[in-house]
C-alpha cells in the first residue's frame, strides 16, 4: 500500500523500523558492509567526502577548473571543495530568481561523465513492474508530456562549516558555507508518467534512481553507483526526469543528459545521469538512506534517524563572508531564503548582532520550492567587525532558530547564520 506523503515522517519511521530489523532489502552492498561504515559514522569518522578540521575559506579558491567538472569554475564564481564547487553568495547580487548555470553549485561524488543524448537510455526494471525491464530513449521522454518548475537543489551539508565556526562542534563532509543551493526551471517528463507506461504495480512500494557516473568507493568500501530510494507515493507525486535547466538542454556537470529533481527533499534525491530505476515491491536500503543522510547524534537513536526527506529553512546574505564595507555609506544589503516545507513569506535582518531587527522587503512572490530574494538598507554608523543576520520564517510558522542540534555529519544546518563584515 502506498505511504500516505502528507505526512512525509510516516515514511521516515516506517523505513527506519524496517532498516534496523534487517527487513529492508539491500541494493547492491552487503549489509556487512553498511554496519562497518556505519560503526565508524557512529565514531564521526565516515563520510564520502571527509574534510580535515572545517572553517570557512577551507576551499581552494585559487581553482579556476576541477578536474571532474566540465564547466570553468572561476573563483570570484565558486569556491571549489574537493571535488564539489560551491557558488559564492555574493556572485548571486543583481541576477534574477534562477542560479545561471555558469554559478550553478556542482557536488560531485566522483566525475561528471560524458554523455550523450542519443547514447542514453533509461532502463525501468523490478519486481514493482508488471513484466520485463522498459526502456525509454531520450526521444521517447521528451515526447511525453513535459513538466516545468522553478524549483531549487540544495545538498543537506550545505551550511555546515557553521556547526564549527558557530557552535563549535566538530562534523564531517564538505565544508560548505550557505552556497550548496541553486535555483533553476527544470523542464522534464514527469516520473508518474514513466513508472505508469513502464506498468508500475499496486504493491511496488520503493523506486531507486541510479547515476551512470563511476562506482564510489570510500573507507575502502565501493558503495557501488550513487542511488537512493524514494518512496513510490513521492515517486508519483512531483518528481521530474529532467532534461532541460534554464530553457537550455540539462549540462554535463547537473546531470546531463537526464536527471530526478525530486521537489523540496534533500539534493542527493535528485540523482544526476539517472541510468536506471529500479521499482520494488519491498523496502530498499542503499548507503545513502541508512549510513549517510540520516542523522547520528547523542539525541538519535544508536542508527540514526530517520532517512531526511525536506530541506530545512536559511538565508544567506548575497555579500563575501568578511567583507568590508566603508562606513556612513548606505548600501543596500540583499539575500536569499528559501525552505523545503513552504514559502518563505518573512525576513528579518539584523545589522547589529542580533539586538535589533527589521523587516526585509522581498522582492518575489513566495513560492513553494523556490526561494525569496529581499533587501534591507543599511548605514554603518562605526567602524569595525560587524555580524549581519538574516532569520526566515516560512509559511508553516517556523522561523530559524539560534542554534541547530548536532549532528555527527552536519546535515540540515538551519540556524541564523551570524555574517561576518568589517566597517572600515
Ligand atoms: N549520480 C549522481 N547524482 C547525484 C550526485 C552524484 O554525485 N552523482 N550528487 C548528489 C548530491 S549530494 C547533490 S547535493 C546534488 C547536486 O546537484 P548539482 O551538482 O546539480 O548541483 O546532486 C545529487 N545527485
Ligand atoms: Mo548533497
Request: proline residues 8%.
Amino acid at each position: 500500500m502506498p505511504l500516505d506523503l502528507s505526512d512525509e515522517s510516516r515514511y521516515d519511521r516506517a523505513r527506519l523500523r524496517q532498516w534496523a530489523h534487517g527487513r529492508a532489502r539491500s541494493a547492491g552492498v552487503a549489509r556487512r558492509d553498511l554496519l562497518r561504515l556505519f560503526a565508524a559514522g557512529a565514531a564521526g569518522a565516515a563520510g564520502v567526502t571527509v574534510a580535515g578540521p572545517l572553517g570557512v575559506g577551507a576551499g581552494t579558491a585559487e581553482a579556476a577548473t576541477l578536474p571532474g567538472v566540465v564547466k570553468p569554475l572561476p573563483p570570484e564564481l565558486f569556491t571549489v571543495r574537493g571535488t564539489n564547487a560551491e557558488t559564492n553568495f555574493a556572485a548571486l547580487r543583481g541576477t534574477g530568481p534562477l542560479t545561471p548555470v555558469d554559478r550553478f553549485f556542482v557536488r560531485n561524488h566522483t566525475v561528471t561523465p560524458r554523455l550523450t543524448a542519443a547514447q542514453w537510455k533509461l532502463t525501468v526494471w523490478g519486481d514493482g513492474l508488471r513484466g520485463e525491464p522498459v526502456d525509454f530513449s531520450y526521444e521517447r521522454l521528451r515526447e511525453l508530456p513535459a513538466v516545468e518548475r522553478t524549483l531549487f537543489i540544495e545538498c543537506a551539508g550545505n551550511g555546515r562549516s557553521f556547526y564549527t565556526t558557530q557552535q563549535a562542534q566538530q562534523v564531517t563532509g564538505t565544508a560548505w558555507t550557505l552556497g550548496a543551493i541553486g535555483v533553476a526551471r527544470w523542464r522534464g517528463a514527469r516520473l508518474s508518467d514513466v513508472l505508469r507506461r513502464a506498468g508500475l504495480r499496486r504493491d511496488a512500494v520503493d523506486v531507486l534512481p541510479r547515476g551512470l557516473d563511476d562506482e564510489v568507493v570510500t573507507n575502502g568500501v565501493n558503495l557501488g553507483r550513487v542511488r537512493r530510494p524514494l518512496p513510490v507515493s513521492k515517486a508519483l507525486d512531483n518528481v521530474i526526469l529532467a532534461y532541460e535547466m534554464n530553457g537550455e538542454p540539462l549540462p554535463p556537470d547537473h546531470g546531463g543528459p537526464v536527471r530526478v529533481v525530486v521537489p523540496d527533499w534533500v539534493g542527493i534525491s535528485s540523482i544526476k545521469w539517472v541510468g536506471d530505476i529500479e521499482v520494488s515491491a519491498s523496502a530498499l536500503y542503499t548507503p545513502w538512506n541508512t549510513d549517510l543522510y540520516r542523522l547520528f547524534g547523542p539525541d538519535q537513536p544508536p542508527e540514526g534517524s530517520a532517512p531526511l526527506t525536506r530541506q530545512t529553512l536559511k538565508s544567506a546574505f548575497e555579500l563575501e563572508l568578511g567583507a568590508r564595507v566603508p562606513v556612513h555609506r548606505t548600501r543596500l544589503l540583499t539575500g536569499r531564503s528559501w525552505s523545503g516545507a513552504a514559502p518563505v513569506h518573512r525576513v528579518d535582518v539584523s545589522t547589529d548582532g542580533g539586538r535589533r531587527w527589521q523587516r526585509a522587503r522581498l522582492h518575489d512572490t513566495p513560492r513553494r520550492g523556490g526561494w525569496v530574494r529581499w533587501s534591507v538598507p543599511w548605514t554603518p554608523r562605526a567602524t569595525g567587525a560587524a555580524a549581519l543576520l538574516a532569520r526566515a520564517t516560512d509559511a508553516t510558522g517556523r522561523t530559524q532558530p539560534e542554534t541547530t542540534p548536532h549532528n555527527t555529519q552536519g546535515y540540515l544546518f538551519d540556524a541564523v547564520v551570524r555574517h561576518p563584515v568589517t566597517v572600515v
